[in-house]
């Protein structure tokens, strides 16, 4: 059934008030074809939301919002791995507990991070040295023009940092409908990652023998005392993707900063977006009803629930200060939208 001018602020962890000229609640594919035919009929401009925590809306959205709603959820023995079957409206963090409370590893680094299984494989989730990509098998998406259905191999995604094939040539052409991963049974745990390897060496003896439930948790544990809960503060998460820079960038930085966060990758160094704007000074700043998280200056809040725009004058200022200031690109992760 097509709703109109239905109100979005409760559907996106910002809590940006917008609405939606028509709105759809699909839980089946064939559900889904019937709403992309509705809005291919009239011309619509299509928006597939999940769990609302990676997008911005700017203002209200002109033409049929899709709601992802689909569940299901399989796990299976093959060869050595247990494959993990997930529908795309299924809850990532659900995902994640159900597999390690089952003493599967693979996913335990990647606890807490909010939205739905469908937009996993679009941003190429990832945290605490562990990304989607690591246990990625394939999923399987409806082309929004034409309503087929279509598989997609982990080289037709081109997963990179943060990235994909759906962030890119493939664009808004496709919903995922269904994702499949692959838990090995010789899991290693990944504990490497700064954050997660103090917690665990300050709250857990013999850390190389911890199993995927307790490594979850330790992640929780981390992620809470950083980030907010967007039920309490709206908020979209890590705003700022952690820029990729050159050695020669690196080193100018690390020159004039030695304090300065940075991770190697390969011949380039990611650095901590956090650390960048935290030493601009804008970790704790508020004004117009929006600001910087006080604990984690990755994190944009909308305490007085206001207009995106707003969040989104924000991140430009924040943008422009850290590239006056270090000479670094900093690039949202959130999309805004309309």
């Known amino acids: ?59 209200d959205y002109p033409g049929l919002v899709i709601h992802l709603d689909m569940r299901g959820l399989e796990l299976q023995k093959i060869d050595g791995a247990t494959q993990v079957t997930a529908a795309g409206g299924e809850n990532w963090h659900r995902l994640v507990m159900h597999t390690v409370e089952r003493d599967l590893g693979g996913l335990e680094n990647l606890a807490l991070i909010p939205g739905r ?74 504990l490497e990652y700064p954050a997660l390897k103090q917690y665990l060496d300050e709250h857990h003896e013999g850390a190389g023998e911890l199993t995927p439930v307790e490594i979850a948790r330790a992640v929780i544990a981390v992620r809470n005392s950083k980030l907010p809960n967007p039920q309490e503060i709206p908020n979209a998460g890590s705003f700022f993707k952690n820029p990729v820079v050159d050695a020669e960038i690196y080193e100018r930085l690390k020159r004039a900063h030695p304090d300065l966060v940075a991770f190697a990758v390969g011949e380039r160094w990611k650095l901590a977006a956090g650390w960048l704007i935290d030493r601009a000074g804008w970790r ?7 600001g910087v998280h006080d604990r984690q200056a990755l994190v944009l809040v909308n305490p ?21 200031k270090f000479g670094v690109e900093l690039e949202p992760e959130p999309r805004y939208y309309p």
């Not at 962890?13 to 759809?24: C, E, K, S």
């Not at 409908?177 to 049974?185: I, Q």
Request: charged content about 30%; glycine content about 10%.
């Open 1 to 59: 059934m097509i709703e109109s001018n239905a109100d979005l602020q409760p559907l996106n962890t910002l809590a940006v008030a917008a609405r939606a000229a028509h709105f759809a609640r699909v839980e089946n594919l064939e559900q889904l074809r019937e709403a992309l035919q509705f809005a291919r009929d009239r011309k619509l401009p299509i928006l597939p939301l999940g769990g609302g925590s990676n997008i911005v809306f700017t203002g």
């Open 117 to 190: 299984i469908g937009a996993a494989p679009i941003q190429n989730i990832g945290a605490y040295g562990v990304e989607l990509r690591d246990t990625f098998c394939d999923l399987q998406a409806v082309h929004i023009p034409t309503g087929e259905l279509h598989e997609f191999s982990a080289d037709d995604c081109r997963f990179g940092y943060r990235d994909s094939v759906f962030k890119g040539p493939a664009r808004d052409q496709y919903i995922i409908t269904r994702v499949r991963l692959r838990l090995p049974d010789d899991w290693r745990a990944r």
């Open 284 to 290: 704790g700043r508020r004004r117009d009803g929006v």
């Open 304 to 324: 007085g629930r206001c207009a995106g725009d707003r969040v989104t004058g924000l991140a430009r200022e924040i943008t422009e200060d850290i590239r006056n």
